[in-house]
């Protein structure tokens, strides 16, 4: 797969290791609350990486984190193994280059 550039705030440089480990360790916790059904844990954690993902810059992952969100409140399961297979795979792939902003 082609490497997906985000570029993110240089102000933020400081930052982005502690939070791709952060967001690495949600990911895996999001594929174990998927084998377990767990729609409840599945919509917050999601929501909790969709604001930190915005937060940072990191818009796509957002919006996966957001459809993950609201396919767990809507008790709908299906959806949720693909998406988080996506979420692993994009954030697998992300190149990050830092701009003046």
């Known amino acids: 797969m082609a490497k997906i550039?985000?570029?993110?705030?240089?102000?933020?440089q400081d930052l982005i290791p502690q939070f791709l480990e952060n967001r690495k360790k949600d990911i895996e916790?999001?594929?174990?609350?998927?084998a377990q059904k767990d729609?409840?844990?599945i919509a917050q954690l999601a929501h909790k990486?969709?604001?930190?993902?915005?937060?940072?810059g990191f818009i796509d992952l957002?919006?996966?984190a957001a459809e993950m969100e609201k396919a767990a409140k809507n008790n709908d399961s299906s959806p949720l193994s693909?998406?988080?297979?996506?979420?692993?795979?994009?954030f697998e792939n992300i190149e990050i280059t830092f701009v003046p902003m």
């Open 49 to 56: 990486i969709k604001g930190a993902a915005a937060g940072y």
């Open 82 to 90: 693909g998406i988080a297979n996506n979420m692993k795979t994009h």
């Open 29 to 34: 916790s999001l594929q174990s609350l998927v």
């Open 5 to 12: 550039k985000v570029e993110i705030d240089e102000d933020l």
């Open 39 to 41: 729609l409840t844990a």
């Open 62 to 64: 957002s919006a996966m």
